[in-house]
């Protein structure tokens, strides 16, 4: 009997160290795998990896839910195809302890970037970690990202939370850096900053039309459906019976899903409720994912790509050229065949249809005063709402260096360069640091990987000193003085329980989507 990985999986590694027989492939070393899979000749059926899965993704193969029984096949054929082997592990060492205030770091972004980079600060007792975040509320893309369907991810949290309540870090919410405190002032009070600030401006198709009225990027949409502030103005044209996404990642898949879903399945979820009320009135019947390469190419995960075909009253259909079957990659032949095999599945008339389209590059977008259709080799896909979903590019952050054809700040290892020179005392972590690549749990490497170097550069002396000031007055002077009103730890429990409280019957919040209320809730 084995224990076997499923949909949820985000990679962070929790259960790798705890399971006895190491028999947990692949280790994420940097480079972040889709999922990860157990032996199941090896498993020995403790349960431990169970118990740490931060985002319940493991199950034992006698218990796996409904719709989830494929990923027995899927676990046992990842190690038909990549045997166990033995790893020559070497056991960390605790680090040492340092003199409290020896070492005070501040951290911009709350996301699980910068909640990653936090944990492993903290495992150094003495540092002092301060984190800014511009929202009200913590945890970034796990609140205002992930799809509401899925709960189960946004578990991920608790491995947060401990951390962010601890008494080495202090929580600076609903404070802008660059707006309400300067790089500079951050680096005055701190001897290192370690920018989290991800990558949030959507890349554009480059193709004729794409300024016409009832074009958006999908990570608006997704933002408007979570209830981030800065998009809850926003207003989707839903009365078309079609619409077409371009790109097919899981952010497609996600808003895919979420307009396919029905309003009585969400209403189970923490959609924002402006959301809700639309999707109730909603016309959209199929969506038309176009993907400019083959199935096996598709930039959805294998996971989710499983998940889709799964949906009560949903059916998935397949259109273009899928291109070949490869031999050489488990993964890929995996995505392969199971598109094939949705292309073979009876249809439902009375089902909404999620359409697999590929090889179907987008050529240009139509029509006179706002889209009419896409404009693809094979001929137009009619429809007045496209959304682009073909990735990210960060933004540059003031008084630090930023690349602007590679949408990041240039960095080695998370140590930020000026050209050839390292900025003494600024890191990034994240995908401001490595691009938008990678899951919630990818992370985890990626922190610890900047946060060794930054401890390396403590160590030699390479840092700014501060000043010796009382950091925690100094900063709570300064933003008071300016008219910040500052959301501490304390204040985020109190809009999470006020949201929860809102939250009837299965829902399991109701957020607030103004900034003014999150921070009147935060004062409660």
Known sequence: ??????????????????????????????????????????????????????VGAIYHEDELP????????????????????????????LPHRIDRGALRVAIV??????????????????????IFDRLPTPFGLIRSGVAPDHQTTKQVVSLFEPILASDPVTCHFNVEVGRDVTHEELIEHHDAVIYAVGASRSRELGIPGEQLPGHYAAADFVAWYNGHPDHVHHEFDLSTPRLVIVGNGNVALDAARILVSGADALARTDIADHALRALAESAVREVVILGRRGAADGAFSLGELIALGELPGIDVAVQGDPGARPDDDLERSLKYDLVAEYANRPRNPENRVVTLVFSAPPLELIGEHRVEGVRLESGTIETPVVLRSIGYRGGAIDGVPFDEAAGRVPNEEGRVFDGDEPVPGVYVTGWIKRGPRGLIGTNRTCAQQTVTHLMEDFAAGRLHRTNGKALDEDIRALLASRGVTAVDWQGWLAIDAAERQRGTGSRPRVKYTDTAELVAAARQ
Do not use: W
Not at 30 to 52: F, H, N
Not at 73 to 87: G, I, Q
Not at 109 to 130: D, F
């Open 1 to 54: 009997m084995a224990f076997v990985i499923t949909q949820n999986c985000c990679t962070d590694g929790s259960c790798v160290p705890v399971c006895p027989v190491d028999c947990i492939r692949p280790v994420p070393n940097g480079v972040s795998p889709q999922m990860l899979y157990i032996d199941p000749v090896a498993c020995v059926d403790c349960g431990a990896c169970m118990e740490v899965c931060p």
């Open 109 to 130: 972004g709350a996301g699980p970037a910068g909640c990653y980079a936090a944990a492993e600060l903290v495992r150094t007792p003495g540092v002092e970690v301060h």
């Open 66 to 93: 409904t719709g989830q029984q494929r990923f027995r096949d899927v676990n046992a054929a990842y190690f038909t195809e990549s045997p166990l082997r033995p790893r020559n592990t070497i056991r960390k060492s």
